[in-house]
């Protein structure tokens, strides 16, 4: 069982920066590999960006490559997702999961088995 909490969101102009935290609970957090998703109003929950367990491989969705960058500290049992440059259109709420393997590929929902409850993030124009 892994509990997780995200933190860091909150409201920022066009341009600007956040910095989410996820923190698991549990002495597992090392051998899951964790993903970033978000849902806006009246959208479907889609991928961000994924990292394995070891941290060496990262995966973005084409809207956020280059701007968002995701990282893992296990001796913290956190993941990170730095976002720079953010656009109106990155509004949602933002939820971290984590995933046992990625059996179905990492940028599928569904193949997650543990949520946080989700932090809002707000990107005025």
């Known amino acids: 069982q892994v509990q997780l909490v995200e933190s860091g969101g909150g409201l920022v102009q066009a341009g600007g920066s956040l910095r989410l935290s996820c923190a698991a609970s549990?002495?597992?957090?090392?051998?899951?590999?964790m993903g970033w998703f978000r849902q806006a109003p009246g959208k479907e929950r889609e991928f961000v960006t994924a990292i394995s367990v070891s941290g060496g491989s990262t995966y973005y969705a084409d809207s956020v490559k280059g701007r968002f960058t995701i990282s893992r500290d296990n001796a913290k049992n956190t993941v990170y997702l730095q976002m720079n440059s953010l656009k109106p259109e990155d509004t949602a709420v933002y939820y971290c999961?984590?995933?046992?393997?990625?059996?179905?590929?990492?940028?599928?929902?569904?193949?997650?088995?543990?949520w946080g409850q989700g932090t809002q993030v707000t990107v005025s124009s």
């Open positions: 549990g002495r597992t957090f090392s051998s899951y590999a």
């Open positions: 999961a984590a995933a046992a393997t990625w059996k179905y590929g990492y940028s599928w929902p569904g193949g997650y088995a543990y």
